[in-house]
């Protein structure tokens, strides 16, 4: 802040007056707080009350006011307006006007409030009007004050000049990590949920780091987004055959439910049954559909296999004096049967027994109406149990999840065989750092094939 000028009417030459007074000693400032951590180079001095110019000037019988220094009195003015302490005053209140924008700046640099450049500049700017000012007080405690504001305020430059630079590089070594994990991410990584929300992470983190110059934050940038469109365009790549096999998967199906209907009113009802079982094993093979339609693809199927299976239950019960033995027949067979059908001993052996038993059962034929339900319930408990334990065991050799745990150990493999290139041809930490990442696909790999068989 520019200093005040009071205005000053023309002076004249000063005529010999008595000896300048020599002025108080500079003021020291306040003692700091003991343990007090300095804010800045130079003490804050408190909002002084008024000066009492009487002690550093005078006011000559012509009227011209004197300010007294070290280095002897100057005119700064000249009084005609009434007594010369009311001229004395006024002066007096120009030099407190001008020791408050001191105080203000020196507030500014302790408290490292603004520019300190700009502080040196008004302080400057008071400085070189000091030997001209038109006021009176302790202009020598003021001028050793503005210097010492001078000096604190160069020590500030320079300290706020270094943190710039440390931040900058702060800010530098962080956006470069987050471009170079992007890369990784965009390069390797087929964790798709996880580094998908680990790309938006970086994203939002991207943008709570400031103080690089837009060059450099430029050029940074360019590799995250690079990094990030390859991560997207791998990431779409990957679902996109996703998607293909489900359409594959879905085509299959639907094929396999045309056949079904083709066949749901045939008569010959062992073949038939024989036929469904097999559309239900290719069912299996087709895999799954896309989500949102693969349980109604089922429906669809089941409701089809289901008719066939009412139709053929609902003609036996017009040969039920007939079926009596076979009703018996059948108990015998889910008697014999039921303990050799475990799943939880030997899936194998329990599907091919459930298969030896399925047709016997249909060799048998029909039962009567009153006895069909209990047995066919305790041969569909037989299939459920199987069934249960066969969608057991191929949801753990989920061929999506067992390709994964293979390609990681692919991946593994490829690795070990550069390191060992690596350090064939010397370059040890080349060979370091393919071991490493070696064993963090390896870490991967055990995660993934534990996963398959904890379900």
Known sequence: MPPTRPFARPVPKPHAGPKPHPGPKPHPGPRPHPGAKPAAAHPVHPMSAPSDPTKFGRV?????????????????????????????AHYGRKYDELATEVEVLEERLATGAGDPKKTRAAAQLIAD?????????????????????????????????ADREQRRAEALAHKEALAAEAEQIAAESIQWKAAGDRMRAL????????????????????????????????RGAHFAELDRERAGAKS???ELIAEAEAIKNETTWG????????????????????????????ARFKAVQDEFFAARNAAAGERD?????????KQALLDEYGPRIDPAANLGAAKAALRELQDRWEQVGKVPREQMAALEAGIRALEKKVKSADDSQW????????????????????????????????????????REQAQQWREWADAAETAIEDR
């Open 129 to 161: 009007a000091l030997p001209t000012a038109a006021v009176v007080g302790d202009l020598d405690t003021l001028a050793a004050r503005v210097g010492a504001l001078l000096t604190g305020a160069d020590t500030a430059i320079v300290t706020a000049s």
């Open 203 to 234: 994203l939002e983190e991207w943008k709570t780091v400031k103080g690089l110059d837009r060059k450099t934050d430029d050029a940074l940038w360019k590799r995250y987004s690079k990094a990030r469109e390859a991560f997207n365009k791998r």
């Open 395 to 434: 949801r753990r050799s989920d061929p999506e999840a067992t390709a994964r745990a293979a390609q990681f150990r692919a991946r593994v493999a490829q690795f070990e065989e550069q390191a060992e290139k690596a350090e064939s041809a010397g370059r040890t930490k080349d060979a370091v750092r393919l």
């Open 271 to 298: 073949e038939t049954s024989a036929k469904f079982r097999d559309l239900l094993v290719q069912w299996k093979a087709a895999g799954r559909a896309p989500r949102d339609t693969d349980d109604a693809l089922w």
């Open 60 to 88: 000559d019988d012509d009227g011209t006011v004197y300010v007294i220094t070290s280095a002897g009195e100057r005119a700064v003015g000249s009084w005609q307006a009434g007594e010369s302490a009311e001229g004395l």
């Open 252 to 254: 299959r199906k639907e």
């Open 321 to 329: 004096a007939e079926f009596s033995e076979n009703g018996r027949r």
